[in-house]
């Protein structure tokens, strides 16, 4: 089993590794990414970065569920400042600091079949990095920032307040 497991790995890395090969062909410079973006479960879904103000970076960050009755909807967006930034031929690295605030409004049925809505709003202060590689010809960048947050949560008109420590990661394609 174990040695199954460490084949697997090794072909995954000799996959990867001979896709970006291709590195030296492909731009990684590139001004617009798509992908998925998440801090927690409450706050995450499809993502839009612009990187074309470099080294000033927006993101927006958006999901739209509905579920028979439930439904769970979350806008994000972020502004990030780029203390470091390095190129490379096969890599872009970046370090950076990030401002970013999130509403969510969600309505689920509990357990006594009573409608519950709540609504947050939610902001904080992130440091994160972004690496950006080649992977079959496409850019494709894995970023993991932590941060400070803070905000309001409403659950039937009654307010409550909300402070923590937060996790984030997401990967982008580049286009």
């Not at 569920?65 to 972020?78: C, K, P, T």
Request: glycine letters at 14%; aromatic letters at 12%.
């Amino acid at each position: 089993m174990l040695r199954s497991i460490s084949c697997l790995i090794c072909l995954c890395f000799i996959f990867t590794f001979s896709f970006s090969a291709q590195a030296q062909k492909t731009d990684l410079t590139k001004s617009f990414g798509i992908g998925l973006q998440g801090a927690t479960p409450a706050f995450g879904g499809i993502s839009i970065r612009y990187t074309g103000l470099a080294p000033v970076y927006l993101q927006t960050v958006g999901r739209f569920i509905l579920n028979g009755q439930d439904s769970d909807h979350m806008l994000g967006a972020g502004v990030s400042y780029a203390i470091f930034d390095h190129q490379s031929r096969w890599i872009i690295s970046r370090l950076y600091f990030s401002l970013e605030g999130g509403w969510r409004d969600k309505k689920e049925q509990d357990l006594s079949q009573e409608i519950v809505k709540s609504t947050t709003l939610a902001g904080g202060l992130a440091f994160g990095g972004e690496l950006v590689f080649s992977l079959g010809g496409i850019p494709l960048g894995l970023n993991v920032e932590i941060g400070q947050g803070f905000g309001r949560k409403k659950i039937r008109s009654q307010p409550k307040d909300l402070a923590g420590v937060y996790l984030g990661g997401g990967i982008h394609a580049y286009f």
